[in-house]
């Protein structure tokens, strides 16, 4: 993959040079590992032998949303699509951890008082053991079905936007989506694909939709209906729902307790430390 900086690492130089060091250690994969990295009164040059100048490293470092790209050629590019099929922007956020997709400016991930990777863990966490087959119905950046692949036997993952896998393949985090064998991507409207899977084929299902005014069909009970369909008995259901102390996360909290009890799932659960609750078949 190309070196991929951010304001962090950008700052974090721009220390160095004023502070009259040599060679600083920095990640060029956004917090996955650190590289040498050496300064000279032109810029810095990078292990791979590319370069950058201080211009470039100040540009990263004024933008505390975005993530760049070094080209073979030096230049550093914003790491952002538009999606003509959804008419919205996607790009890449930095964080102290994994970063996350900023969705037309949201940011898709938990990223107060946590990071999306120590959010993913939470969410992982609601169902485990991760076992069997497992159903991840937004994909977005895959942190959530690249880490129940580690325990999983396999890992469906649906993404209603294409333009979401070129995120995917500028992001160091999101690469076992396109290595690891265990996982399959799905291209399409969950609400549509869930419709055609056989019935109790998964043991868990992972359900992290857009907030509901954005997806209020993955919040219905026909939509419910199908997730229990194809859990198998005794399957785990995880449902993110937002901050459940926020009147809108209160609110929504208990239309979908309810739906999901009408679905036939039998005990429903909050799970304050995902943001969500889980339902038991």
């Given at each position: 993959?190309?070196?991929?900086?951010?304001?962090?690492?950008?700052?974090?130089?721009?220390?160095?040079?004023?502070?009259?060091?040599?060679?600083?250690?920095?990640?060029?994969?956004?917090n996955l590992s650190t590289s040498p990295v050496t300064l000279s009164p032109q810029g810095v040059t990078l292990p791979d032998g590319r370069s950058l100048t201080f211009a470039q490293l100040t540009t990263i470092a004024a933008n505390e949303n975005a993530c760049y790209l070094v080209t073979p050629e030096n230049e550093i590019e914003k790491i952002h699509f538009f999606s003509e099929t959804h008419n919205r922007f996607y790009s890449l956020m930095p964080t102290t951890g994994a970063p996350t997709m900023l969705v037309s400016g949201f940011p898709m991930h938990r990223i107060k008082d946590t990071d999306p990777h120590q959010d993913t863990i939470s969410k992982i966490k609601s169902v485990s053991p991760i076992t069997g087959h497992v159903l991840d119905t937004t994909m977005g950046l895959g942190y959530t079905a690249i880490m129940a692949a580690q325990t999983a036997v396999s890992v469906t993952t649906i993404e209603l936007d294409p333009t979401v896998l070129d995120i995917c393949r500028h992001n160091p985090w999101s690469q076992d989506l396109f290595t690891n064998p265990k996982i399959t991507r799905l291209i399409g409207d969950a609400y549509d694909v869930v419709a055609q899977f056989p019935d109790a084929h998964f043991a868990r299902i992972l359900h992290d939709p857009p907030m509901f005014s954005l997806a209020g069909d993955l919040y219905a009970a026909e939509f419910y209906r199908q997730l229990y369909r194809i859990l198998t008995p005794k399957g785990r259901l995880f449902h993110y729902i937002g901050d459940p102390q926020s009147k809108s996360g209160r609110s929504v909290t208990r239309g979908v307790v309810r739906r999901l009890q009408e679905a036939g799932f039998h005990r429903v659960k909050p799970y304050p430390q995902a943001f969500g609750v889980v339902a038991y078949k």
């Open positions: 993959m190309h070196p991929i900086l951010s304001h962090y690492q950008a700052q974090a130089l721009l220390q160095a040079r004023a502070a009259g060091t040599a060679v600083a250690a920095i990640s060029l994969d956004l």
